[in-house]
């Protein structure tokens, strides 16, 4: 059974769950809006692979229909144009979430993003962020929480390349999702098809690939 809490956040997230079999394009004015970071999200997938919700603005709800039943197999090449960005990008990978994170021990400790040494792409939270640093102070790996809506937080991590290979992601990871469940919400993590490492990072931290899949369009 779907968890309450995700079925809450798809709803929300993309303007419509569930949905019935096939491909189905709705109107979501959260389209039209910036997300979390302040950047538009034109348009949003979640494909469970016996049905999927495809989330555009209400303006570009007919230009996408039509796009799905011409080509279909070019569905994610054209999408961009088709939600009247042409020069954005397209993310496509795996959709997960956990409310069993891994029992792996906490890691990080909570510290605000204008706090100092930390890389620009934590700076863009406006809450508390999750931080490594060595004993000198130098910041090694972080995560971060996108709160979408009251329900589903995705959760963001990175480390730097002399840092990788000691399991300070997934356990940064894990440590997130406690906070994210802890918080009443269901902890999401998306990323791309190809990235094999980051797949790792969410496996061991408790997010298994059920299957379902993620794609949307996103500003370079």
């Known amino acids: ?4 809490r995700l079925h809450l956040h798809l709803a929300t997230w993309l303007g419509q769950w569930p949905a019935g079999p096939g491909l189905h394009v709705v109107a979501s004015q959260r389209r039209a809006k910036p997300a979390w970071d302040g950047r538009l999200r034109p348009a949003l997938a979640v ?3 016996q049905s999927a919700v495809l989330s555009v603005a209400p303006d570009r709800v007919a230009a996408v229909r039509a796009l ?3 080509t279909p197999a070019r569905l994610l090449a054209a999408l961009p144009e088709a939600v009247g960005r042409p020069e954005f990008c397209v993310h496509d990978g795996p959709f997960r979430w956990s409310v069993a994170p ?3 021990p906490d890691v990080g400790e909570w510290t605000e993003p204008t706090a100092a040494g930390l890389p ?3 700076r863009l939270f406006d809450r508390p962020v999750l931080v490594v640093r060595d004993p000198d102070g130098a910041y ?3 995560a971060g929480i996108k709160r979408h809506d009251a329900y589903g937080h995705e959760l963001a991590v990175g480390t730097v390349p002399t840092a990788q290979g000691r399991g300070l992601a997934r356990r940064l990871v894990a440590q997130a999702a406690r ?5 009443g919400a269901v902890p999401t993590y ?3 098809r190809d990235n094999h490492a980051s797949a790792r990072v969410a496996e061991a931290a408790g997010f298994p690939d059920r299957g379902w899949r993620a794609y949307g369009v996103y500003p370079r």
């Open 68 to 70: 799905v039943r011409r």
């Open 120 to 122: 620009p792409w934590l």
């Open 190 to 192: 998306l990323h791309e």
């Open 102 to 104: 891994a029992p792996l």
């Open 47 to 49: 494909d469970t692979g």
């Open 1 to 4: 059974m779907l968890d309450r």
């Open 179 to 183: 906070r994210v469940l802890d918080e």
């Open 140 to 142: 090694l790996a972080g």
